[in-house]
T-cell receptor, first 114, second 113 residues
Framework: EAQVTQNPRYLITVTGKKLTVTCSQN?????MSWYRQDPGLGLRQIYY???????DKGDVPEGYKVSRKEKRNFPLILESPSPNQTSLYFC?????????????FGPGTRLLVL | DAKTTQPNSMESNEEEPVHLPCNHS???????IHWYRQLPSQGPEYVIH???SNVNNRMASLAIAEDRKSSTLILHRATLRDAAVYYC??????????????FGKGTKLSVIP
């Protein structure tokens, strides 16, 4: 089954404790991205990657890092989480532009930073 | 960057058609119009996309204005399962080979039994 998986689904942590949210897709997609979703603000793109070793900033990249060492994985790293990073996070993947393809989204990771 | 404007919320009666509008007055010639929806407690899912011509699929229809400054997502018969937030998105592509997806706040559709 074609899917995007995220782990963990729920995470409670404390300010400053480094964490990684993993994202994996099994569709051989080149393009992957991370979004955060906050009430009243909709979905905002954090980072995206066009292919292995190619990443770029989205709308809200501050406080986040990403890496793309393998095509199927695109982890999101919070090196020093702060309470304003409490949010619902989604990973997504698709074939790369200029092909116009749908994005497949993961189930989401709900993060609470105390 | 081109942005989209959608009503915050809409209501529909079950089994009636629903027309969800989206304005994108600064759209460029290479921007595709995509629609996604997000059911409660789930990630967004693809609904439909188009460039210039109207499009139909099993989920919905997309009507694009001739000047491309607006579009309308049409659900032909709303069901309770269609209650979701609907996002109209422009898929921006730059000549440098990178692009960005920008979601707006979407329209929350409520379906009344």
């Amino acid at each position: 089954e074609a899917q995007v998986t995220q782990n963990p689904r729920y995470l409670i942590t404390v300010t400053g404790k480094k964490l990684t949210v993993t994202c994996s897709q099994n569709m051989n997609h080149e393009y992957m991205s991370w979004y955060r979703q906050d009430p009243g603000l909709g979905l905002r793109q954090i980072y995206y990657s066009m292919n292995v070793e190619v990443t770029d900033k989205g709308d809200v990249p501050e406080g986040y890092k990403v890496s793309r060492k393998e095509k199927r994985n695109f982890p999101l790293i919070l090196e020093s989480p702060s309470p304003n990073q409490t949010s619902l996070y989604f990973c997504a993947s698709s074939l790369a532009p200029p092909r116009v393809e749908t994005q497949y989204f993961g189930p989401g990771t709900r993060l609470l930073v105390l | 960057d081109a942005k989209t404007t959608q009503p915050n919320s809409m209501e529909s009666n079950e089994e009636e058609p629903v027309h969800l509008p989206c304005n994108h007055s600064t759209i460029s010639g290479t921007d595709y119009i995509h629609w996604y929806r997000q059911l409660p407690s789930q990630g967004p899912e693809y609904v439909i996309h188009g460039l210039t011509s109207n499009v139909n699929n099993r989920m919905a229809s997309l009507a694009i204005a001739e000047d491309r400054k607006s579009s309308t997502l049409i659900l032909h018969r709303a069901t309770l399962r269609d209650a979701a937030v609907y996002y109209c998105i422009l898929r921006l592509y730059s000549g440098a080979g990178s692009y960005q997806l920008t979601f707006g706040k979407g329209t929350k559709l409520s379906v009344i039994p």
